[in-house]
Nanobody
Framework: EVQLVESGGGLVQPGGSLRLSCVVS????????IGWFRQAPGKEREGVAF?????????ADSVKGRFTISKDNAKNTLYLYLQMNSLKPEDTAMYYC??????????????????????WGQGTLVTVSS
């Protein structure tokens, strides 16, 4: 059974930092993309950062220079991280990790817009507020 479990969310002041973690178990990830997504109340889900099997990374314009995605491999388990610095109130959202979704074909590990499928975690809430 494939499982993705996120952690690390919380309340942080503007300008602060958080590090999100995602543990992926039960899945052979070596040839796939994996990424972080977020959804704020009343807004559509958006891709935040992605990393492919070769370690290439891709970021949404809104987080470039502030967020860093990384991963560590272990036996049958993948650890995915998102280091978030210089956080802004507009970064407030539920953050999800996901993999094995349908790609949009643009070569940046981003998913198709509608019903990408795949495996998703339950999310971790990030709130940026003073």
């Amino acid at each position: 059974e494939v499982q993705l479990v996120e952690s690390g969310g919380g309340l942080v002041q503007p300008g602060g930092s958080l590090r999100l973690s995602c543990v992926v178990s039960g899945y052979t990830y070596s040839t796939d993309c994996i990424g972080w997504f977020r959804q704020a109340p009343g807004k559509e889900r958006e891709g935040v950062a992605f990393i492919d099997s070769g370690g290439s990374t891709y970021y949404a314009d809104s987080v470039k220079g502030r967020f860093t995605i990384s991963k560590d491999n272990a036996k049958n388990t993948l650890y995915l991280y998102l280091q978030m610095n210089s956080l802004k109130p507009e970064d407030t959202a539920m953050y999800y990790c996901a993999t094995d979704y349908e790609l949009d074909g643009l070569g940046t590990c981003s998913p198709v817009a509608d019903a990408p499928g795949g495996y998703w975690g339950q999310g971790t809430l990030v709130t940026v507020s003073s």
